[in-house]
């Protein structure tokens, strides 16, 4: 079955910076577009970027100039480095396969001082 486990996340200061993976297994995972959403507490689940099979990529306009999608199909994995982190960046992050239900289970990010 299709699994995805996401990695990375933790605690930093603003201005830090975090890398987070996303590793997908049972799928033809170079075939698929994959997103990174996130959701702070007493928020609604909001999309972060998407990259479809191809590398080509979307980000959320607030995101656009701090975050960066990429993906290894050699490792099945999907990648978002977050630079310039904010408090407000604070929230669980997951990855999705695009159009479906199938998410991971977040890694937490905290940004504080």
């Known amino acids: 079955q299709v699994q995805l486990v996401e990695s990375g996340g933790g605690l930093v200061q603003p201005g830090g910076s975090l890398r987070l993976s996303c590793a997908a297994s049972g799928m033809l995972f170079s075939f698929v577009s994959m997103g990174w959403y996130r959701q702070a507490p007493g928020r609604q689940r909001e999309l972060v970027a998407r990259i479809n099979s191809i590398g080509n990529t979307n980000y959320a306009d607030s995101m656009k100039a701090r975050f960066t999608i990429s993906r290894d199909n050699a490792k099945n994995t999907v990648y978002l480095q977050m630079n310039s982190l904010k408090p407000e960046d604070t929230a669980v992050y997951y990855c999705?396969?695009?159009?479906?239900?199938?998410w991971g289970q977040g890694t937490q990010v905290t940004v504080s001082s």
């Open positions: 999705n396969v695009w159009n479906t239900e199938y």
